[in-house]
Antibody
Framework: EVQLLESGGGLVQPGGSLTLSCAAS????????MGWVRQAPGQGLEWVSA????????FTADSVKGRFIISRDTSKTTLYLQMDSLRTEDTAIYYC??????????????WGQGTLVTVSS | EIVLTQSPATLSLSPGEGATLSCRTSQSVASFLAWYQQKPGQAPRLLIYDASNRATGTPARFSGSGSGTDFTLTISSLEPEDFAVYYCQHRTRWPYTFGQGTSLEIK
């Protein structure tokens, strides 16, 4: 069974930093692209960033480009999202997601339960 | 960026009725469109990919159709567990954007 367990969310002040982690299990980690999708309170979905199974391709939304970095560690089967210069508009639930292939196809086959990031002074 | 517009925003129906949800894209996405279902307090889950392919575990009462810029998710006969929010999403090129969602409510 595929399991994606996010951690690292919390309250941070504007301008601050946070790193999200997603511990993956139940599948061969380096054979699947992964990503982060966020959902602001009561709002829709936004795909923030994606990374291929081999880490050779990454995509990042313009809204976070230059501030967020996605990475993965195959030995730890963990996905990361380093978030710097956080803004109030980054407040959201951040979902760790698994693509259904090793390349970034954009089809999300599995979702974690999400971790809440709140940016507020 | 490709913009996805879903209609209606809210749909109120009774169990047993059929439902038709629409998603229109600002540019052609060929058949590269998916539908997700989200229940309150839960993460979304994949229902349909590439316009008309049911994901593993998706009941047969759910069907998708369309290509180009106009897509439809049809639920043939609503079950109580189908009342949720539905999102469409394209995967033609990055950024892979979502529609704003259709809330399917019990009448």
């Amino acid at each position: 069974e595929v399991q994606l367990l996010e951690s690292g969310g919390g309250l941070v002040q504007p301008g601050g930093s946070l790193t999200l982690s997603c511990a993956a299990s139940g599948f061969t980690f380096n054979k699947y692209a992964m990503g982060w999708v966020r959902q602001a309170p009561g709002q829709g979905l936004e795909w923030v960033s994606a990374i291929s199974g081999r880490s050779d391709i990454t995509f990042t939304a313009d809204s976070v480009k230059g501030r967020f970095i996605i990475s993965r560690d195959t030995s730890k089967t963990t996905l990361y999202l380093q978030m710097d210069s956080l803004r109030t508009e980054d407040t959201a639930i951040y979902y760790c997601v698994r693509d259904w292939r090793g390349g970034i196809t954009g089809i999300i086959s599995d979702w974690g339960q999400g971790t809440l990031v709140t940016v507020s002074s | 960026e490709i913009v996805l517009t879903q209609s209606p925003a809210t749909l109120s129906l009774s169990p047993g009725e059929g439902a038709t949800l629409s998603c229109r894209t600002s540019q052609s996405v060929a058949s590269f469109l998916a539908w997700y279902q989200q229940k309150p307090g839960q993460a979304p889950r994949l229902l349909i990919y590439d316009a008309s392919n049911r994901a593993t575990g998706t009941p047969a009462r759910f069907s998708g159709s369309g290509s180009g810029t106009d897509f439809t998710l049809t639920i043939s006969s609503l079950e109580p567990e189908d009342f949720a929010v539905y999102y469409c999403q394209h995967r033609t090129r990055w950024p892979y954007t979502f529609g704003q969602g259709t809330s399917l409510e019990i009448k």
